[in-house]
């Protein structure tokens, strides 16, 4: 089992920044880990995610360039710097982790076996 707690979240204006953290305990070894947002009346939404190395990262095309994954594995945590920020990147923010083998980033909601609460991220314009 992996639990998973995030912060960070808060509002923000248009152009802002915010730092999010995931912090995991339990079984942390060789976990891929994710970043996933959902806005209201909209899906769960692959925003970035990071191997279990850290050697490999992954983004959705519309944070490229504004969205950075980074983890630390001797704090368990893994961060989303989030500069450059829109009202459109307003929604709850969820961490997500996978254990796996393979040093690689899942995409696909489905495929992450442990889910944070979520925390707030909004964006004024």
């Known amino acids: 089992q992996v639990q998973l707690v995030e912060s960070g979240g808060g509002l923000v204006q248009t152009g802002g920044s915010l730092r999010l953290s995931c912090v995991a305990s339990g079984r942390t070894s060789r976990i891929a880990m994710g970043w996933f947002r959902q806005a209201p009346r909209k899906e769960r939404e692959f925003v970035a995610g990071?191997?279990?190395?850290?050697?490999?990262?992954d983004y959705v095309d519309s944070v490229k360039g504004r969205f950075t994954i980074s983890r630390d594995n001797a704090k368990n945590t893994v961060y989303l710097q989030m500069n450059s920020l829109k009202p459109e990147d307003t929604a709850v923010y969820y961490c997500?982790?996978?254990?796996?083998?393979?040093?690689?980033?899942?995409?696909?909601?489905?495929?992450?076996?442990?889910w944070g609460q979520g925390t707030q991220v909004t964006v004024s314009s």
């Open positions: 990071i191997s279990w190395s850290g050697g490999r990262q």
């Open positions: 997500a982790a996978k254990t796996t083998l393979s040093d690689y980033v899942p995409g696909l909601p489905g495929l992450y076996d442990y």
